[in-house]
């Protein structure tokens, strides 16, 4: 049989990149339940105190909020101007196009501590105040990017005559957008508006350089990572990840059973 | 003038429009209206690009060459054409510039080995399982939420010295008795494998997705070796996703400095972009740092252009 090599190799490599990803995650969900005192580095017996009690470092609270709320306002700023950019340059022509998408495809081009530097030498230059500000003025311009290249893929495999279909039935171009179009880009806008958000909650880079004194939850970690983490960060590191798994597994079987409805039909 | 010019003239609306007997320059003046349209749509996004990414490369550009006056204050310095901090900084700093070009290609080939096959897995092998294929997929996006410092923090835990995987290869004799796991360049290279490797497989998954899997059966018929296939069939095909994975992960990769500090040892392991980080905020040399950013940022995008050039398909750029 020749194929059997390619037909065990990809199931066993695959298996094993799963575990290679989930091994650090089981660990920071098991060191949330130690009874850790100061520092949260080798196993001292079982508790649920840091589960009962995830704000008893308060920082790591306060740090998580800074967190969901930069994460929550570049991500709209992003998804507005990202989703309209996506159908301009792809529903229009421009003498410029390919300036255009060039200066999309850049900030994803350049890394991070580029991306960060160049922001700090300009509140420098400018005499901004870092703080959370900065930070989501800072996170926007990578979302942007990330929001336009998924959502350009969905615009892209819609059938103009769609539009046209609803113009002939005299609706305003208002109308068939939003009763037309946007519906049907919704679950590309989702999934860049999941992507920008994820990408913003776990940026560290571009924050440590534009954030002055504002804590975020990455932020915190680092900087408490040489006197030691606090067990209530691998509850909330946890927290969210499940929060996170069940709210796409719960979209996913949703949508799985609703497949299968339409599909008994 | 709008495409919709060239699509909008094929289709029955406007050939009704026209049968209509309705003057073209009507007609005419309606594109123009729908081409300002996209401007308006782009117009704000673009602005804020020129604002907040634009501007300030230049911003960075100008304070690499600014100098720092006799007896002034701690982070005080006069714009200037100073040259000089270019040389300076690359002189002191090279050997870090290349290694961490040098981690990053590790990581990027070691990515695509491990996420080529995991991508696979979910895109064609399950193809037929949404459940199973939805659940994984999440499983690759949602680490995020857990924060890559959590995560690397842990892997720094896992591989300690008093750890159970080197206590256990030190046993095994696979490790010296005074080999280590973290503090080395081999820890590094695995943490940047390990932080990437979504970035890698996420892209290769979106292009195998769409593959059409006849296209593998005929392959499989006509070839009869799986790998044959694979090789002359399903790899060309997807390599627009390998192109965007390999950029998603070497770009970051080669500017990160999470890995080398957590898990390196500021000797022989470090990174560009942690001397980036201390030349701002330690050193408070704004000019020297912001001359390194721009050079690492000049070597990436030419290496990005000469690759994507080689290899590259019309999607990307």
């Known amino acids: 049989m020749k194929n059997s090599f390619g037909r065990w190799l990809v199931p066993v490599i695959g298996g094993l990149a799963f575990i290679f990803l989930l091994v650090p995650i089981a660990y920071v969900f098991v060191f949330s339940f130690n009874d850790a005192g100061r520092t ?45 950019i996506a159908i301009g340059l792809v529903r229009y022509r421009f003498r410029f196009n390919a300036t255009a998408n060039m200066l999309i495809f850049l900030p994803l081009a ?24 900065t930070i989501i003025i800072a996170h926007t311009v990578f979302c942007i990017s990330f929001v336009v290249v998924t959502v350009k893929a969905r615009v892209a495999s819609l059938d103009p005559k769609l539009e ?51 804590d975020t939850f990455p932020k915190f970690i680092y900087v408490a990572a040489t006197r030691g983490i606090p067990a209530q960060a691998n509850v909330i590191g946890s927290a969210m990840f499940i929060i996170a798994l069940l709210i796409v597994i719960g979209g996913q079987v949703l949508a799985h059973r609703r497949r299968k409805m339409l599909a008994a039909r | ?21 309705e003057p073209g320059s009507g007609e005419l003046k309606e594109d123009r209206r729908r081409g300002r ?19 300030p490369v230049f911003s960075l550009l100008a304070t690499s060459l600014y100098t720092k006056p006799p007896g ?88 300690a010295d008093e750890g159970p995987v080197v206590s256990v290869l030190r046993a095994v004799a696979l490790l010296p008795d005074d080999g280590r796991l973290t503090a080395t360049a081999f820890a590094v290279v695995c943490g940047l494998t390990y932080n990437f490797l979504p970035f890698m497989a996420l892209p290769i998954y979106a292009n195998l997705e769409r593959l059409d899997l006849r296209l593998i059966e005929a392959g499989n018929d006509l070839y009869a070796s799986g790998f044959t296939t694979f090789r002359t069939v ?22 990160d400095y999470i890995n080398s500090s957590l898990l390196g040892n500021n000797r022989d392991t470090t990174m560009i972009g942690q001397v980036v980080d201390s030349r701002f905020f330690r050193v408070v040399d704004y000019p020297g740092a912001s001359a390194l950013s721009f050079v690492l940022m000049l070597a990436i995008l030419a290496l990005v252009f000469i690759y994507v050039r080689r290899f590259g398909t019309k999607e990307l750029l």
């Open chain 2, 234 to 255: 399903t790899l060309p095909l997807s390599m627009p996703g390998v192109i965007a994975g390999t950029l998603l992960t070497f770009i970051p990769a080669a500017g």
């Open chain 1, 40 to 84: 949260n580095l080798t196993w001292r017996g079982f508790t649920w105190d840091n589960w009962r009690n995830p704000c008893g470092a308060p920082e790591v609270c306060a740090a998580l909020g800074n967190s969901l709320q930069i994460g929550a306002t570049a991500t709209l700023i992003a998804v507005v101007l990202g989703t309209a």
């Open chain 2, 1 to 21: 003038m709008s495409a919709q010019t060239t699509t909008a003239d094929k289709t029955p609306a406007a050939d009704k429009r026209r049968g209509k007997g």
């Open chain 1, 110 to 133: 350049t890394p991070e501590v580029v991306l960060g530097a160049s922001l700090l030498a300009q509140f420098l230059n400018v005499g901004a105040e870092l703080g959370k500000g």
């Open chain 1, 164 to 214: 046209e279909a609803a113009a002939d039935l005299y609706a305003s171009p208002m109308q068939a957008f939003w009763r037309v179009t946007f519906p049907l880009l919704l679950p590309g806008i989702v999934a860049a508006g999941l992507l920008s958000f994820a990408i913003s909650f776990d940026d560290f880079i571009i924050t440590n350089f534009n954030s002055g004194n504002v």
């Open chain 2, 37 to 55: 349209m996209g401007y308006w749509l782009i117009l704000p996004g673009f602005v804020f690009l020129l604002l907040f990414f634009v501007l």
């Open chain 2, 72 to 159: 002034a204050d701690i982070g005080q310095f006069v714009p200037a054409l100073e040259f000089n901090n270019y040389v300076r900084m690359l002189g002191s700093y090279w050997p870090e510039l290349l290694r961490s070009f040098a981690f990053a290609l590790i990581a990027t080939v070691a990515t695509l080995l491990i996420g080529y096959p995991m991508a696979y897995l979910i895109a064609v092998r399950l193809r037929n399982h949404a459940l199973l294929r939805g659940i994984l997929l999440v499983l690759i996006i949602a680490p995020f939420f857990t924060s890559f410092i959590l995560r690397t923090q842990a892997w720094k835990q896992i591989l």
